[in-house]
């Protein structure tokens, strides 16, 4: 009887076409949103030739809303975007996608319009029009555009980006443009390019926003600055998509190119062309902020360029540097893959003796713990028990855990901490973390046989009794649990 009451299409085709109908209407009353997917779907039935007439006219009525999308309303509207969408791609697409192509271009446009009257902090309504984006490639395909004239559709889609709503379409459509059409767009935006270079601004003169984020804005010598930028990094994801390093090197001033991240991009990109030699200069040139430890884009980098000049022993010198000063496990490994066979047992011993004297606890601690090499952890954690900051919960937290099995006493000096900060900071939102780290810490007590010069689970309690009693907030969790 109960699998007969359960909600799926099966169970629901036994009521029958016309109660189901019934039900649609009846369920749908008073639900715009369910009433317009209803449309949709008798338009998609009846004919493609209604079913875009019924999105155009939606599409309409979206551009004209002027009402402000709260929270509560989001979701809706998200759901009626979701719903165009679909129509578009999955049903009109398959029949005619010159039509379908027509109409993303036009959901696109909704964009700025709803930005403009929706708070979309958590980013679910730029996922609709990224994932929307993102189909333009397909469409082009199918319908056979033009290139030339998809182009300069690309164009003016790049020159009113102001929400990022545009990002991804030049990959989406870079593959169906081809060289032709990215030249030509590259033409274009060249020629655009040079118009801000040589033009003087003039008062309350207006440019396009190539960028995100910046908006139409009066032309000030600022302004114009960010126009020719925003121009730059366009043409720097055109000559990505043609396989230009050139072009791509050629969109960055002289002192842009001693930027860490840029010179990492581009040295990449070197390697890449098979231009390895050229790319160690571009290296050698970028200013770090800290001379003895570079950023970590220039480290890879930097091994990428050497081991494609089969300069093995440099890279190697780099990861091991780089180890030495970060302690990162992803370097050490890579290091070690790469030493002799046998010489990596001494490298790895070595190495774990670094990181046990690194002067940093945290990082120490992390590190060996994901190694891992728990007995030095906690060799580390007891060494170092009285300088421990228990307020970086993300690390010590995990690391007790991992710890607990093996090497409890070091667990419970990570507990402790935690429950200290937590209570000598009175951060009564971490109490319940706090109430939970002490019953631990008495479970822990069970496997302890000596603890040494720290205090019993006695002692310890009584020192909280002692100086942190009044916190019954703290106190009443403990014993809850």
């Given at each position: ?156 889609a790049l020159l009113n980006n102001s ?163 970060t302690l990162s496990a992803s370097h ?52 170092r028990a009285s300088k421990i900051d ?92």
């Open positions: 009887m109960a699998a007969k009451q359960t909600l799926n299409v099966k169970n629901l085709e036994a009521l029958g076409a016309q109660r189901l109908a019934e039900l649609l209407i009846e369920i749908s009353t008073g639900d715009a949103a369910a009433k317009r997917r209803l449309r949709l779907e008798l338009a998609g039935a009846s004919s493609s030739e209604d079913l875009v007439k019924e999105v155009r006219k939606r599409i309409v009525a979206i551009a004209r809303s002027t009402s402000f999308v709260n929270w509560q309303n989001r979701k809706a509207l998200v759901s009626d975007l979701e719903t165009q969408h679909d129509a578009i791609i999955n049903k009109i697409g398959k029949e005619n996608p010159s039509i379908a192509l027509e109409l993303l271009w036009r959901f696109m446009d909704l964009a700025p319009s709803i930005y403009e009257r929706c708070d979309d902090s958590r980013g679910i309504i730029s996922s609709v029009f990224s994932s929307a984006c993102s189909d333009f490639g397909i469409l082009a395909q199918a319908a056979k555009a033009d290139t030339l004239d998809l182009a300069n559709q690309v164009y003016d929400y990022g709503q545009f990002d991804n379409l030049l990959k989406s459509l870079s593959p169906y443009l081809g060289s032709n059409g990215l030249e030509h767009l590259r033409k274009r935006m060249l020629e655009l390019k040079r118009s801000f270079l040589t033009a003087k601004p003039g008062a309350k003169q207006t440019k396009p926003d190539l960028s995100r984020g910046n908006g139409i804005v009066y032309v000030g010598e600022y302004q114009y600055d960010s126009y020719i930028r925003s121009a730059s990094y366009v043409l720097r994801n055109i000559a990505d998509e043609l396989g230009d390093v050139d072009g791509y090197i050629a969109e960055f001033k002289e002192d842009e190119k001693c930027r860490p991240r840029v010179a990492a991009d581009i040295a990449v990109r070197l390697v890449k062309a098979g231009r390895a030699g050229e790319a160690l200069t571009f290296l050698d040139n970028a200013k770090s902020r800290n001379e003895n430890s570079p950023e970590l884009e220039l480290v890879d980098a930097r091994i990428s360029v050497l081991e494609a000049l089969n300069n093995k022993v440099e890279a190697q010198s780099v990861r091991v540097d780089h180890f030495k000063q050490l490994r890579d290091y070690l893959r790469n030493l002799p066979d046998f010489d990596d047992m001494e490298a790895e011993e070595e190495a774990l003796q670094h990181a046990e004297s690194f002067k940093g606890f945290m990082t120490s601690l992390h590190f060996l713990v994901k190694w891992p090499a728990l007995e030095l952890a906690a060799r580390v954690v007891l060494l228990g307020e970086n919960y993300e690390i010590l937290s995990p690391s007790a855990e991992a710890l607990s099995d093996k090497f409890p006493l070091a667990a419970t000096v990570l507990l402790r901490s935690m429950i200290d900060f937590s209570l000598t900071n009175a951060r009564t939102s971490r109490y319940v973390h706090a109430a939970r780290h002490f019953l631990q810490c008495e479970d822990l007590a069970k496997h302890i046989e000596s603890y040494g010069a720290l205090e019993t689970h006695q002692d310890y309690h009584a020192r909280l009794v002692l100086k942190h009693g009044r916190k019954d907030s703290f106190w009443s969790l403990v014993t809850k649990k």
